[in-house]
T-cell receptor, first 114, second 114 residues
Framework: AQSVTQPDIHITVSEGASLELRCNYS??????LFWYVQSPGQGLQLLLKYFSGDTLVQGIKGFEAEFKRSQSSFNLRKPSVHWSDAAEYFC????????????FGTGTRLQVTL | GAGVSQTPSNKVTEKGKYVELRCDPISGHTALYWYRQSLGQGPEFLIYFQGTGAADDSGLPNDRFFAVRPEGSVSTLKIQRTERGDSAVYLC????????????FGQGTRLTVV
């Protein structure tokens, strides 16, 4: 069975600082990997996804993530955080052929201080 | 429509009552998913429809939960004899044809069982 671990429940960064959110997954083969963002009262919005190819994936809003097979990780990064980035971030894994049937992590809440 | 629409946005019901939650997917999307998000957790898969049929209902927690999609568009998640533990946000997502296509999420229905 596939699983996702997001070890940081809550992270606080200053506006303009860099950000890295951690995600580790467990899956028997090469998975499909996703990062979603959820703002209060909003639905989940896809930031980026990895299916195959280049292991450094660019997403929306200036986010990127790197797939590292040897570490079973898919960490999300942003070089300079904006106050509007404050939200809950979820990493998710999907199996090939059923990528939309996702297993989510428990999320990391990002707080941005001015 | 422009996005996935879920109604109602909030539902409060008494323990033991029956509830129905509605999902209108993006027009033309054949795949539809239901997820449940409990407080402080990531979304958990409930059921996946491809067209009118439930292709995977392995996430339904017990037989009090049932979902239909009679015409391959709108779906209704039905919960009988609600329990306080059913309180959660119920998310619906749709994708153009399932498989490895991207899923788009609605804003969810917050169900509170008192």
């Amino acid at each position: 069975a596939q699983s996702v671990t997001q070890p940081d429940i809550h992270i606080t960064v200053s506006e303009g600082a860099s950000l890295e959110l951690r995600c580790n997954y467990s899956y028997g083969a090469t998975p499909y990997l996703f990062w979603y963002v959820q703002s209060p009262g909003q639905g989940l919005q896809l930031l980026l996804k990895y299916f195959s190819g280049d292991t450094l994936v660019q997403g929306i809003k200036g986010f990127e993530a790197e797939f590292k097979r040897s570490q079973s990780s898919f960490n999300l990064r942003k070089p300079s955080v904006h106050w509007s980035d404050a939200a809950e971030y979820f990493c998710a894994v999907g199996a090939r052929g059923t990528a939309s049937k996702l297993t989510f992590g428990t999320g990391t809440r990002l707080q941005v201080t001015l | 429509g422009a996005g996935v629409s879920q109604t109602p946005s909030n539902k409060v019901t008494e323990k033991g009552k029956y509830v129905e939650l509605r999902c209108d997917p993006i027009s033309g999307h054949t795949a539809l998913y239901w997820y449940r998000q409990s407080l402080g957790q990531g979304p958990e898969f409930l059921i996946y429809f491809q067209g009118t049929g439930a292709a995977d209902d392995s996430g339904l927690p017990n037989d009090r939960f049932f979902a239909v999609r009679p015409e391959g568009s709108v779906s209704t998640l039905k919960i009988q004899r609600t329990e306080r533990g059913d309180s959660a946000v119920y998310l619906c997502a749709s994708s153009s044809r399932g498989g490895d296509t991207e899923a788009f999420f609605g804003q969810g229905t917050r169900l509170t069982v008192v």
